[in-house]
């Protein structure tokens, strides 16, 4: 049985995608790595991947690239979602909504303030080059490896029997036709919402939110700094509404 990890991003659902698929490797009777559970150090990863070794099991959510040793005896999946609807989203849950991380992430209730006071788009174009990298990693690294699964946010949100049926696909799973099923039941509900609030961990889900927060100048500024990682991801540069 090969190991499988799972990178993404922050903003992709990368919750749903710990919860799920620790489900998936305790059917499977895969052992299972996480930061969520603190079974995993993945802030050091991006620095140190030895932490792979000597493990075997299911890896998720790795939310960086790494440079894992032996990369090619792994199934990979790669879950990625628009950079510039990932921003946005990242902008409404660190100013509003996602609880401090001692240690890791603290921001004080002023710099959340500030954040608010500057707005939308001085904070989406101030830590653009770090999700850049971070893309342009997987890019680089990940996405077209033979061994590698890319899936994506948008289609997870609005069709997510067709996402699955290719996320599940390294699982060994016995009967993955009924675990499909089982599935699509448990999470039908997952990707709706009512209204809009800032304070939700769950705001909203739509794909091409940016459009709909961002200002015409700031979108075009992200699409001339991303338009690489836009074409290779298959995002429209312009329209910015889901994958080709």
């Not at 932490?51 to 879950?79: M, N, Q, S, T």
């Not at 680089?140 to 033979?146: A, F, G, P, Y």
């Not at 599935?183 to 304070?199: P, S």
Request: contains cysteine.
């Amino acid at each position: 049985m090969k190991s499988i990890i799972v990178f993404t991003v922050h903003k992709a659902a990368s919750m749903l995608l710990h919860e799920l698929t620790k489900w998936l490797a305790g059917a499977c009777r895969m052992q299972f790595y996480s930061i969520n559970d603190g079974t995993f150090p993945e802030v050091e990863l991006r620095t140190d991947a030895s932490a792979f070794l000597g493990k075997e099991g299911c890896f998720c959510p790795v939310r960086y690239y790494a440079d894992v040793p032996h990369i090619e005896e792994y199934d990979i999946i790669l879950h990625l979602r628009d950079p510039r609807d990932a921003m946005t989203s990242a902008f409404f849950s660190f100013a509003y909504s996602h609880p401090p991380i001692p240690g890791c992430w603290n921001p004080s209730d002023a710099e959340r303030q500030e954040w608010i006071r500057r707005g939308i788009d001085w904070h989406v174009l101030t830590e653009a080059n770090a999700w850049l990298r971070t893309y342009r990693e997987y890019c680089d690294h990940i996405l077209n490896r033979s061994n590698t699964i890319f899936v994506t946010y948008e289609e997870m949100v609005t069709d997510f029997e067709s996402w699955l049926r290719k996320y599940i696909a390294p699982f060994p799973l016995a009967r993955p036709e009924r675990i499909i099923k089982k599935l699509v039941r448990r999470y039908r509900h997952n990707f709706e919402v009512d209204g809009e609030d800032v304070y939700r961990h769950k705001r909203q889900v739509t794909p091409g939110d940016h459009k709909r927060k961002l200002k015409p100048e700031t979108i075009a500024a992200l699409d001339e700094q991303f338009k690489d990682v836009l074409a290779a991801l298959g995002y429209e540069s312009l329209s910015g509404s889901a994958p080709c």
